[in-house]
């Protein structure tokens, strides 16, 4: 599957440092969700945004927050970057929460 | 609690050879479950789709069935191929309207040797 793009694809932050990821949804999306996933783990839902609001959240502190703009890419902010924020964060976009949901390729977080 | 579970954790199997992978879901209100193939460090790819209403879906060499009383899924790989390893994740959607969640596996960690 293509329309999804995620940028950058690999990242080294130090630890405290903030960092932004960046997600351009397929064309007609108007819904983005953004995951973590730990090596050898299966993603965890940190939040999900519609049609600019945040409307689900999942298990992560508010240090992690997000942005949805009117052309419907978000972004994912994290504060204060700790060793365990190191994952593989993905992004996946859908127009209707029931079938056409596409996931990007991911950013490669590593946080020394 | 909504929870997906996969077995096996990891398998490993001769390039040619037949293999099924197994979920068990306990998500409510069910709304769709996809399989996903994801190779390492790469954002995984949708392999099929099913709703309540359907049993079995089919792409290629994959073979989703979905027994939706018993809350059972599995992904049968046909003639396997070195380019099948990769990471297989079933993944279940719940509820509708523009609030909902997906719960994941943990996934199966699928090795084709030679």
């Known amino acids: 599957e293509t329309g999804v793009t995620q940028s950058p694809t690999h990242l080294i932050k130090t630890r405290g440092q903030q960092v932004t990821l960046r997600c351009s949804s397929q064309s007609g999306h108007n819904t983005v969700s953004w995951y973590q996933q730990a090596l050898g783990q299966g993603p965890q839902f940190i939040f999900q945004y519609y049609r600019e609001e945040e409307n689900g959240r999942g298990n992560f502190p508010p240090r992690f927050s997000g942005l949805q703009f009117p052309n419907y890419s978000s972004e994912l902010n994290v504060n204060a970057l700790e060793l365990d924020d190191s994952a593989l964060y993905l992004c996946?976009?859908?127009?209707?929460?029931?079938?056409?949901?596409?996931f990007g390729s991911g950013t490669r977080l590593t946080v020394v | 609690k909504n929870q997906v579970e996969q077995s096996p954790q990891s398998l490993i199997i001769l390039e040619g050879k037949n293999c099924t992978l197994q979920?068990?879901?306990?998500?409510?209100?069910?709304?769709?479950l996809r399989w996903y193939k994801q190779d390492t460090g790469r954002g995984p790819v949708s392999l099929t789709i099913m709703t309540f209403s359907e049993n079995t879906k089919s792409n290629g060499r994959y073979t989703a069935t979905l027994d939706a009383d018993t809350k059972q899924s599995s992904l049968h790989i046909t003639a396997s191929q070195l380019s099948d390893s990769a990471s297989y994740i079933c993944?279940?959607?719940?509820?509708?309207?523009?609030?909902?969640?997906?719960?994941f596996g943990k996934g199966t960690l699928l090795t084709v040797n030679p």
């Open positions: 996946a976009s859908s127009w209707d929460s029931h079938y056409g949901y596409t």
């Open positions: 979920c068990n879901y306990t998500v409510s209100p069910f709304s769709n």
């Open positions: 993944v279940v959607s719940s509820s509708g309207g523009s609030n909902y969640k997906l719960t």
